[in-house]
């Protein structure tokens, strides 16, 4: 069974840095590429940074030059470093798995999902 557990979201203020982790388990987690997507009340989902099984990564424009994406094979584990955080980063942000290897941007390219951590951004 797949389950995938985030941790490290935070209110903190704007400007602020914060370190996002997914615990991964329950399948061969370097078999598969990965996903941070975040949703704020009221909007849809957004992919924010995804990463294949190379290590080959892809961010949203809003959050190019200050996320970072990374992941620990040897951990199972997901990462995302968030950096000048601004208010309208503020949502829920999700960790997912991808259906095969390859690089995945939107959400039909992901069959796990993890329960969410939230993240608050004040100015």
């Known amino acids: 069974q797949v389950e995938l557990v985030e941790s490290g979201g935070d209110s903190v203020q704007a400007g602020a840095s914060l370190r996002l982790s997914c615990a991964a388990s329950?399948?061969?987690?370097?078999?598969?590429?990965m996903g941070w997507f975040r949703q704020a009340p009221g909007k849809e989902r957004e992919g924010v940074a995804h990463?294949?099984?190379?290590?080959?990564?892809r961010y949203g424009d809003s959050v190019k030059g200050r996320f970072s994406i990374s992941r620990d094979d040897a951990k199972n584990t997901l990462y995302l470093q968030m950096n000048s955080l601004k208010p309208e980063d503020t949502a829920v942000y999700y960790c997912?798995?991808?259906?095969?290897?390859?690089?995945?941007?939107?959400?039909?390219?992901?069959?796990?999902w993890g329960q969410g951590t939230q993240v608050t951004v004040s100015s």
């Open positions: 997912a798995k991808g259906r095969d290897r390859y690089l995945r941007t939107v959400a039909v390219g992901y069959d796990a």
């Open positions: 990463i294949n099984t190379d290590g080959v990564t």
């Open positions: 329950g399948y061969i987690y370097s078999a598969y590429s």
